[in-house]
């Protein structure tokens, strides 16, 4: 409770950060795309995990206005990267399964924000998890079609660790499929763990879905990624997620 109620004076006082981590393009090594990930400032206890104060921020319903506030500094700042540096350049925004499965109407009022501010859908993209395909509820079927008519990409974060609802990649249109960090880790010590990668790599590009692999750490991994076809990375190699002025000379470094 205690906790809940310093998240909602953060929320009110302005002290969660959004930081960006890039996504490369595996082939030009162009940093085509950001994850946008939220940061706690906690003026006693410093920063705080998302892991820790997500679960709470679901379950007082908070979630929502932490949603918001993230899609609108992603929104304010995918604007300013694709004028100055990247025509195309793409910010990605975590939806947890309780954000996603709540009210339409919140991303009627996201598309239009898109619109008022002159960015095409594509501007964005969402991720979500895999088990939300397992419930494959009419609302949750409409809100893809909602986004996929709006132009915004859907990306299913952390594949592979959930319920690999393998025959939903057809049912529904989805953009990415993000490989979880646990099948990267282990790629330059043991040469048969990039069996699984490169199985979901080559079924992705049957199904027409672009890849990006997670948690790239060594350049051994990302090498044995790109042998493999992959067509995005995203890890520590090139940079943990930083405050977008930070973010952003990366991005004019390499313009
Ligand atoms: O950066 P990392 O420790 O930052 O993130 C931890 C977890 O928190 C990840 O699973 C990530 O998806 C989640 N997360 C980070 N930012 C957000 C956000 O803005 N919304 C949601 N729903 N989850 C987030
Ligand atoms: O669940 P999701 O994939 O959204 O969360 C991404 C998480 O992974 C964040 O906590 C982010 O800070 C973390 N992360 C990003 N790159 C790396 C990496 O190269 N290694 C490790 N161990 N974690 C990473
Ligand atoms: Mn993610
Ligand atoms: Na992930």
Redesign the pocket.
Known sequence: LRMTNDLRTAIAENSLRV?F?PIVDIHSGKIQKA?A?VRWLHPQRGFI???EFIPIAETSGLIIAIGDLVFREALCWVRKWRELYRPDFQISI?QSPVEFQGDQERYINWIHELALQNLPGQAISV?I?EGLLLDASQKITSKLLQFRDAGIQVAL??FGTGYSSLSYLKKFDIDYL?I??SF??NLATDASDIVLPEAIIMMAHKLDLKVIA????TQQQHDLLKQAGCDFA????FS??LPPEEFEMLLQRQK
């Open positions: 930081y981590q994850e990930l995990s998302p892991m975590n991720e998890t974060d952390d993000k979880d960090q990267v880790r997670e948690g790239v750490e995203q890890g520590y190699l943990k997620p």
